[in-house]
């Protein structure tokens, strides 16, 4: 397996927007520019910590416990998503997030490698994925693929399919779709969500006809933010900790992939439409032409058109599953800032 180190220096692709810059461009209204400042100092100081940390000797990398280092280049990973959005809320250029997209790739691919050694080594009891696609963390692998079609970046959209493949047993419906367009021998005719809603509300737009899709994506938005209560950035903006912003980024990737004329919800909540014109410009004559699949039948059943999140019950696998994210994730948060790796 090729080892994957971030050696680049993590200076910011971009400076922090000075307050009257950041009032004057601000995209997500819910963004102070106090937590906006803190996100991104944090984000930037846990990319260059884990970058120092990599770049010592071999020697001393090696000293380093796996946990420490799977541990630490999560947080690089799982940073470089948020740093991408916090940085689209408060109003930074879309070229500047194109340009740090790459380097987003490389802490994911750094992470998976150190995971995948964790996970072989005998400190851990269970092998566990890079992304697990039935637990909170579904929305990282959903927004990094949204990004590369957003940004122009279809061309690295391969370099995750690794990562997402990775012990996850099952794909999933949205991410499938989305992949298939830039991507060989994925399974478009996948019919479960992993994560269900809001996502699941998502795939009648894929398969209605093109002048359905107009209607139905400004449904799938109006009912996004309350469809999202199971997940962990739903209300995120009452404490203001880690908030980025609330974005419906697969909207947007949805609209480019299957060419909607977006002019009747482009003003809703939630969708991103400077990215999305970004993704029109970025993506000309590129994006090839969506073919909704027949949809085979699923081995799992069928979940009810207007189920609610709250009606509907994850497997006891997938319930499983989450509970340990939750268990690691709210440790993960109780340490807070602390630097992870000596």
Known sequence: MAIHLVTERARPVHDVLQEEAFNKALREPLLKYSVYGENFSDQVGTFEHVRERLEQAPEKVAEIPLYNLMNATQHTAT?????????YSAGHGIGELQAFYERAMEYWETYAHYNQAYNDSNEREASWPHIALASPDYHHALAMVCFGLLLGKQDSLHRLVPLIDYRNEKRDALVERLLSCCVDGRAPDTSVCRR??????????????????????????????????????????ETGYQFVGYWSWEAAAITLVLGIDDSSYRDMPYYPKDMADFARQANAGKMPVYTAPAIVASDEPPLPASASASEVAPSSADQALEGMHTFFSTVAQLLGKLRVLP
Do not use: I, K
């Not at 940073?79 to 940085?87: E, P, Q």
């Not at 809603?197 to 006809?209: K, R």
């Open 79 to 87: 940073g470089a998503t948020a740093y991408l959005a916090n940085c």
């Open 196 to 237: 269900n809603l809001p996502y699941a509300n998502s795939l009648p737009v894929f398969t209605a006809l093109p002048e359905e899709r107009p209607a139905l994506m400004a449904q799938y938005l109006e009912a996004w933010y309350e469809a999202s209560r199971r997940e962990d950035y739903y209300d995120r903006h």
